[in-house]
């Protein structure tokens, strides 16, 4: 079904360019929170991984990535699957080549995409900290923004079989995406598993009487501020997204930033009772992640649910995830020192299936598939829930199983783990030549005494 | 067929596995099935943990994979919105069981911990 290329307002046009510009602290915020939650030994190496991680994804998008992702009305190949066609990947030139950088929807989406693919690139990192290697790092975030990313988020937000659900098959709008639940925080969190199974754990983690003895972060202030600039990445974020690809007002960003800063607190303060009544004292890490957990599983619905709702969205997110950490850590022996796999594949999957029981959709221009609203504006739309769910299933079922393979690969042909010597000498001195801290030795087993 | 010999030395090192083996077993045709039973067993060996857990994790994503293909087709084939999210929910069920077998595989045998 052609779809016309949505247009934006000079009003909308400013407003989206302001709010892309915040999307970079949300990477500046998941930085920190990664570094924090690691060791010290490897703090500085797991700042340079994730600003490699930001230069390679950018890059690699550039390449080709925005090749295979497109937008919506721009051209694409479809297979024709029982007499309907699936729009399965987009066909846009290597190198921006056919993007004209004019203020365009294609080319705020281009530009937004080259900061959300390194926010993806950014997950994986805090999972595998404190084993994984700067060069694989690299080369796993080559695969991820060239086209893990790409691909998915072509179904989601390029006009794929996945947004036409509800114009080819009547499921509501189609799957709805507006800040980057599946495509950035679920697909992210589902290639942070994928590394860290194949990683392995970090040694000295799981003991052989079954014990899983904490690894805490070396500092909480990384953490909590990273937090902070993170709400304001996220603040850029939903709105671009909902102005980009659910067709949005610019007025409708402050009902999208009450909704995302309430889901944050929301979030973390479910978070700090649990643990508070869990282990008698708050646990500040994990109240960090419950503030993430929200701010993620905010971002598909920010644009079509109430404040109340959202408060609701964010504090299922801040359990669940408080929750998942310990259960993957305990029970699943997942080593993820980050809580990256918990946040953002966990928290995503409840942002995605929570805009399907919460959404309420006021306009008939949604998912901006245009002319294929099966309702009218103001209902809610049925079969909206199954959308979403056939979006769970994709990322389940085809995500999940392309990273871990890829992945799988690319371990045989470069080693993703770093060996026992740098694992005990720590990231920093093995893979830099030098420390975050150097004015705090404590390896003094790493020096020689002159 | 089978790639030049380059290209096939080069694959088989990738995978640690031709190091174990004399270049001239390799070229025997007649040996190339003990090679690929050799082959699996190393996989088995290096970098997989527990007996069994290859064959679990590769049926755990082949029902990841089936179980989004009878979402797909459920999307595609059935008209009826009760039977049509019948079939969804089956096939998120076969996921979630092709999900636990692919985590079960990767639990850590007892004597690697430590």
């Known amino acids: 079904m052609p ?35 690691g060791r010290s030994h490897s703090a500085a190496h797991i700042m340079m991984a994730s600003l490699a991680a930001l230069s390679t994804a950018g890059l690699v998008y550039f390449l080709c990535g925005f090749a295979w992702q497109g937008f919506i009305g721009r051209p694409g190949h479809s297979i024709i699957f029982s007499g309907v066609p699936w729009n399965w990947i987009a066909a846009e030139p ?37 084993r994984w290697r700067l060069r694989a790092s690299c080369a796993s975030t080559a695969l991820l923004a060239g086209w893990t990313y790409p691909l998915f988020a072509h179904w989601v937000w390029g006009g794929g079989w996945l947004a036409q659900l509800g114009a080819n098959y009547g499921l509501g709008h189609g799957f709805i995406d507006a800040g980057g639940t599946s495509t950035i925080h679920a697909l992210g969190g589902l290639t942070a598993l994928s590394v860290t199974w194949i990683l392995g ?3 000295g983690k799981y003991s052989a009487d079954g014990m899983a003895p904490a690894i805490p972060g070396h500092n909480g202030v990384f953490v909590l501020f990273g937090c902070l600039l993170a709400l304001l990445g996220w603040f850029g974020l939903n709105s671009a997204g909902a102005i980009l690809f659910t067709g949005s007002e610019p007025a409708h960003a402050v009902l999208i930033a009450i909704n995302t800063m309430l889901a944050a607190a929301a979030g973390a303060l479910t978070a700090a009772v649990i643990t508070g009544i869990r282990f008698g004292k708050p646990d500040a890490s994990l109240t960090a992640n419950g503030w993430i957990g929200g701010l993620v599983a905010s971002s598909a619905s920010c644009a079509f649910v109430g404040p109340a709702e959202a408060v609701v969205i964010g504090s299922i997110a801040g359990a669940v995830v408080t929750f998942a950490v310990e259960w993957f850590e305990m029970r699943l022996e997942v080593d993820d020192p980050a809580g990256a796999i918990s946040v953002h594949a966990i928290g995503g999957i409840w942002g995605i299936l929570a805009l399907g029981i919460f959404a309420r959709f006021q306009g008939p221009v949604l998912n901006l598939v245009r002319d294929s609203l099966p309702m009218a504006a103001g209902g809610s739309a049925s079969g909206q829930w199954l959308a979403q769910l ?3 299933a994709t990322l389940l079922g085809f995500v999940l199983p392309l990273t871990y393979g890829m992945n799988w690969v690319l371990n045989r042909f470069c080693a993703f783990r770093v060996p026992v010597e740098g694992e005990r ?26 | 067929m089978f790639p030049s010999w380059p290209a096939w030395q080069y694959a088989c090192s990738c995978f640690d ?8 077993t390799l070229r025997l045709s007649g040996l190339r099935v003990w090679y690929f039973s050799h082959h699996r067993y190393r996989l088995e060996e290096s970098c997989l943990c527990g007996p069994g857990a290859f064959s679990m994790r ?39 069981l092709g999900l636990a077998l692919v985590v079960r595989s990767h639990l850590i045998p007892r004597e690697e911990k430590g």
Do not use: K
């Open chain 1, 3 to 37: 779809m016309p290329v949505p247009g934006l307002t000079e009003t909308a046009t400013v407003a989206c360019l302001f709010f892309i510009f915040l999307v970079p602290l949300a990477a500046a915020g998941l930085s920190l929170i990664n570094a924090g939650l």
């Open chain 1, 94 to 130: 290597f190198f921006f080549r056919g993007l004209t950088v004019d203020g365009s929807a294609a080319s705020l989406a281009a530009l937004l995409q080259m900061f959300s693919v390194g926010l993806a690139a950014l997950i994986p990192l805090g999972s595998g900290a404190d």
């Open chain 1, 201 to 203: 754990p970090r040694r």
């Open chain 1, 390 to 392: 056939a979006g769970v």
């Open chain 1, 425 to 450: 000498q720590g990231m920093d001195l093995y893979e830099l030549g030098a420390g975050a801290y150097p004015e705090f030795v404590t390896h003094t087993e790493d020096f020689r005494p002159r």
């Open chain 2, 17 to 24: 596995v031709s190091r174990a083996l004399p270049e001239e």
């Open chain 2, 58 to 96: 590769f049926v755990g994503f082949v029902l990841l994979l089936a179980g989004w293909f009878l979402v797909l087709s459920a999307i595609a084939l059935l008209a009826a919105p009760a039977l049509r999210a019948s079939f969804v929910l089956a096939g998120i069920g076969v996921e979630a």
